[in-house]
């Protein structure tokens, strides 16, 4: 999938932001930029985000960095629920669970940081800097969200964990069947082996 | 590919405080000192689709970011 890069100052070079959001169990944060940047050992958000989330950082995994300033800070590493908008920001694109760290005195442009380890790592990533876009293509299909939705009566029925099937959903890239289920605040979707193997 | 260009938008925003931009990045619909204030700040107007943005100081680039 192709996203433009964005324009924040004129007279710096666009960069390649993304608009993500978390999930951690029922909580949820707002959409935030987050710039794609390589030179990251892992994505960095302000540790208010956290909050939002009801993560206490000390429960985390530490993780010392040092920005180019060279002063040494510490994260916390969780597991969440990442998602990713579309370049568009009309439909959701992506969405699959990793590993984010949260800094109590992190502060950069956008707001925050999506590295390598557990960002870049879920993606076949090409940037085209002249072109001023980037191609994200996920190495793990079910990451995609689908987005063509055709009701299917006969799908619908009470499944395992109390999870409602509401639709066959028609997968934009394998052009195969997932389901999708309820789940407070976006419908999620799944590939059919997750149900079977729930079962 | 043209690039999205939140410079108008932008301009005139205070350097560390937080925006809760429209979703195609044309409209401020809210801001504060944290994402939290931001985000209630658009709730307050009525707007519940946004992206947060915290606003940089102005002309000031980046580098590799955490080494």
Redesign the interface.
Do not use: C, H
């Given at each position: 999938m192709?996203f433009?890069?964005?324009?924040?100052?004129?007279?710096?070079p666009?960069r390649p932001?993304l608009?993500i959001f978390l999930r951690s169990g029922f909580a949820t944060?707002?959409?935030?930029?987050g710039?794609v940047?390589s030179?990251?050992?892992?994505s960095?958000f302000?540790a208010?985000?956290a909050?939002?989330l009801k993560l206490n950082l000390a429960d985390g995994k530490p993780w010392n960095?040092?920005?180019?300033t060279g002063s040494l800070q510490i994260a916390y590493l969780f597991p969440v629920e990442m998602s990713v908008?579309d370049a568009?920001?009309?439909a959701l694109a992506f969405r699959f669970e990793t590993e984010v760290s949260f800094c109590d005195d992190f502060?950069?442009?956008?707001?925050a940081?999506l590295?390598q380890a557990g960002f870049l790592s879920h993606f076949k990533s090409t940037f085209e800097q002249p072109?001023?876009?980037f191609d994200l293509e996920p190495y793990d299909p079910s990451s995609v969200v689908a987005r063509e939705v055709r009701l299917d009566p006969d799908a619908t029925k009470q499944c395992v964990s109390g999870l409602v099937v509401v639709s066959h959903l028609i997968h934009p890239q394998r052009k195969s069947h997932a389901l999708g289920v309820v789940d407070s605040p976006v419908v999620s979707v799944h590939p059919i082996r997750n149900f079977l193997q729930l079962a | 590919m043209q690039p999205k260009d939140l410079t108008s938008v932008l301009k005139g925003a205070k350097p560390g405080e937080w925006l809760a931009l429209s979703m195609d990045g044309t409209r401020i619909l809210g801001r504060g000192d944290t994402p939290q204030q931001a985000t209630k700040s658009a709730k307050e107007a009525g707007h519940d689709k946004i992206v947060l943005f915290n606003v940089p100081l102005p002309t000031v680039g980046i580098a590799a970011s955490a080494l």
């Open positions: 192709r433009p890069y964005t324009r924040i100052d004129a007279s710096l666009p932001y608009n944060t707002s959409p935030v930029y710039l940047d030179g990251a050992d892992y960095i302000p208010s985000f909050e939002t960095f040092r920005g180019t908008w568009d920001n009309q502060k950069f442009p956008g707001g940081l590295g072109e001023n876009f | -």
